[in-house]
């Protein structure tokens, strides 16, 4: 029997493609930027302050609101949404940036 023995890589999972769209999303229409992380079937987009969360067929990311018990208010949508996932990913990313409207902090 012949049988290279190589490194293969694993699957892909479906919440790593998500990730990888939504990547590509980010970068090309919005100039964004991003790293990917996946295991055990959930992945992560980071784009610096703000992570974004693949898992269970829903794209999740902080509002940046508060619930009353401290928790924090996350914004959800299908995967197969990447588009407008996109869209308001990269408005929530520019508020935590800094760089909403025409004013942006300099901290020297």
């Known amino acids: 029997m012949n049988v290279?023995?190589?490194?293969?890589?694993?699957?892909?999972?479906?919440a790593e493609?998500?990730?990888r769209q939504?990547?590509?999303?980010?970068?090309?229409?919005?100039?964004?930027?991003?790293?990917?992380?996946?295991?055990?079937?959930?992945?992560?987009?980071r784009l610096g302050d703000l992570c974004v969360w693949?898992?269970?067929?829903?794209?999740?990311?902080?509002?940046?609101?508060r619930r009353p018990?401290?928790?924090?208010?996350?914004?959800?949508?299908?995967a197969g949404q990447t588009v407008q996932a996109a869209e308001q990913i990269a408005a929530r990313y520019r508020q935590v940036s800094g760089a909403v409207g025409i004013y942006a902090v300099r901290i020297v």
Not at 22 to 45: C, K, N, R
Request: glycine letters at 8%; a negative charge.
């Open 4 to 14: 290279l023995a190589s490194a293969q890589t694993p699957p892909t999972t479906h």
């Open 69 to 78: 018990n401290g928790y924090p208010v996350t914004a959800t949508i299908p």
């Open 17 to 19: 493609a998500v990730a």
């Open 22 to 45: 939504l990547a590509s999303h980010l970068a090309a229409d919005h100039g964004i930027t991003s790293t990917i992380a996946a295991l055990h079937g959930v992945a992560v987009v």
């Open 54 to 65: 693949i898992r269970l067929g829903e794209i999740s990311w902080s509002t940046g609101a």
